[in-house]
């Protein structure tokens, strides 16, 4: 682990006698560290990595519920020229659930455990500003961790200086249109009669109901989506599936968390929360994102009134910011990256 230099510490170094050019060497330090740090009362795992702490740092939340990233570190090695990247894995996920178990506290029932996750972002945020000395940070949300983000922004926005939101949720509704709108078409030109036979027969459902949801999942995700699951595939391998170790923690996490959840994913609507945005919000969002609503996005960002505000359509599908991270990142450098400096 590499011993972070804070800006406090460069400023130390100046009245040392080491001079300015000393300080702004220090300053462009790489950062390469995690542990486990107390959050929320329990211990959980948080990863800061970057190629210099001048950089403006990066909040990333991740999605799910509970697909912790830190098996995945190295996705993230193309953002982190521009930006100090924090992961953290949420509480109930990958290696914080392996520190905890499933005794871990604060989640049930489903509001309680978004009020406790929100507070965890809010404390996770707060932990990095005082960490990097930084006044504020950006906050990044994809698919889950735009909900949740999404819910942290309009209760602490002066932790932050941006929201970017990508595999963004709209709603569960517009979710499930149009997958099943997506679904039908692709299957129709397939003639993939078994997919139309479960379309049809689930269609009256409840919108909440798992068979309903799973009777589109066939054409859900894009190529390139594809391609990124396989990263997954190869980190968790083929069962029977390790019962210790990190690979278990994964897994467990996500079998733990996602249940307790569902109510809350299978019937969140971002309107409900309002459509004032205290601060600056982007959405990047994959032009074949059918995982979520690519057109819900378009039209939520018309109606947000936020301080600044751009819906930025990117190649890929509802994994975009890592399966095309040269377009992601440089929505991120042109849109976002002014309002850290």
């Known amino acids: 682990m590499k011993t972070l230099v804070s800006r406090r510490q460069a400023v130390a170094l100046i009245a040392a006698g080491l001079g300015l050019h000393d300080a702004a060497r220090a300053a462009g330090r790489p950062i390469d560290e995690s542990d486990f740090v107390r959050i929320g009362g329990i211990e959980q795992w948080i990863a800061i990595q970057g190629a210099g702490i001048a950089n403006p740092a990066l909040l990333y939340l991740h999605g799910g519920p509970a697909e912790a990233q830190s098996p995945f570190l190295r996705e993230f090695v193309p953002w982190s020229h521009d930006f100090t990247i924090v ?6 996920s990958g290696k914080s659930y392996g520190k905890n178990g499933p005794s871990t506290p604060g989640m049930s029932p489903p509001d309680v455990a978004l009020d406790r996750l929100a507070q965890d972002t809010r404390d996770v945020a707060e932990y990095v500003r005082q960490r990097l000395s ?6 990044v949300g994809q698919s889950w961790g735009a909900v949740l983000g999404l819910h942290v922004v309009k209760r602490w926005p002066e932790f932050f200086c941006a929201f970017v939101g990508t595999g963004f949720v709209v709603s569960s509704v517009s979710v499930l249109e149009d997958r099943e709108r997506w679904a039908r078409a692709q299957a129709t030109a397939a003639g993939d009669k078994a997919t139309l036979k479960a379309l049809d027969e689930t269609a009256a459902l409840p919108r ?3 068979k309903r949801t799973l009777a589109s999942r066939s054409y859900i995700m894009s190529p390139s989506d594809r391609e990124y ?7 968790v391998g083929s069962p029977p599936y390790p019962t210790q170790g990190e690979v278990a923690d994964w897994i467990a996490g996500s079998n733990f968390t ?7 994913t ?5 309107r409900k929360l309002g459509l004032n945005i205290p601060l600056p ?4 969002q994959g032009r074949d994102d059918h995982v979520v609503s690519f057109e ?10 936020a301080p600044r505000k751009a819906f930025i359509p990117i190649a890929g599908g509802h994994y975009a910011c890592f399966t095309n991270a040269a377009e992601f990142v440089g929505a991120l450098r042109r849109y976002v990256r002014p309002f850290a400096s």
């Open 134 to 139: 930084k006044k504020t940070i950006i906050l």
């Open 208 to 210: 909440d109901d798992v």
């Open 296 to 305: 819900a996005a378009r039209a939520y960002m018309k109606e947000v009134r």
């Open 266 to 270: 299978s019937s969140f609507d971002a």
């Open 229 to 235: 699951l396989k990263i997954q595939g190869t980190f």
């Open 281 to 284: 919000i982007f959405v990047i």
């Open 87 to 92: 992961n953290w894995d949420q509480r109930g």
């Open 258 to 264: 996602g249940p307790k959840l569902w109510p809350l």
